[in-house]
């Protein structure tokens, strides 16, 4: 069985400062991860995937994640962060062949 | 259109009535999964469909929910009976195959019980 674990439900950063979002995965098999993020009042979208490629992988809107496997995580992280960037975080992990198992996400707030 | 469509996006219905959700995928997707998303609690697995293998219905919370695709495409969700620990956002995804590519989701469907 796969799971995620995703630390720390809510996260406020001020404008300009780092973004990371923290996310730990359990997985019997080489795993896929993903990171989606949720605007207000709307669908998610994706922003990056790892396919067992490049270990650093850069996403949509400045964003990147690195694959850890030696301790099981996959951080998402910004340099800058601006104040469109609020908004709910969500991590995933995937066998392949499996649906999507999510995390129960991380709320990013922005202070100006 | 060229997203996932779901529909309606708001239903609000009276405890123990039967309600029915609908997913319509992008064109060509063969795979095609449903979740639920409650307050604090991230996104709930139901049930995932792909080609004409049958459905994984592993996520399915209790035998009041089901689920069916017409031909490869349009899928509905159905829950009997509701229960207002029913009430959720549910939200429909489709990708292209396998998993491993970008899965797409709709706007989802709020529904509140009564």
């Known amino acids: 069985a796969q799971s995620v674990t995703q630390l720390g439900s809510h996260v406020s950063v001020s404008e300009g400062a780092l973004v990371l979002l923290r996310c730990n995965y359990s997985s019997s098999v080489p795993p896929y991860l993903f990171w989606y993020v949720q605007y207000p009042n709307q669908g998610l979208q994706l922003l990056l995937k790892y396919t067992s490629a490049a270990t650093l992988v850069k996403g949509i809107n400045g964003f990147e994640a690195e694959f850890k496997k030696s301790e099981t995580s996959f951080h998402l992280t910004k340099p800058s962060a601006h104040m469109s960037d609020a908004a709910e975080y969500f991590c995933a992990v995937s066998s392949g062949n499996t649906p999507l198992v999510f995390g129960k996400g991380t709320r990013l707030s922005v202070i100006a | 259109g060229a997203g996932v469509s779901q529909s309606p996006s708001n239903k609000v219905t009276e405890k123990g009535k039967d309600v029915e959700l609908r997913c319509d995928p992008i064109?060509?997707?063969?795979?095609l999964y449903w979740y639920r998303q409650s307050l604090g609690q991230g996104l709930e697995f139901l049930i995932y469909f792909q080609g004409n293998s049958a459905p994984d219905k592993s996520g399915l919370p209790s035998d009041r929910f089901s689920a069916e695709r017409t031909g490869g495409s349009v899928s509905t969700l159905t829950i009997q009976r509701t229960q207002q620990e029913d009430s959720a956002v549910y939200l429909c995804?489709?990708?292209?195959?396998?998993?491993?590519?970008?899965?797409?989701f709709g706007q989802g469907t709020r529904l509140t019980v009564v």
């Open positions: 064109s060509g997707h063969t795979a």
């Open positions: 995804a489709s990708s292209r195959d396998r998993v491993v590519t970008e899965a797409f």
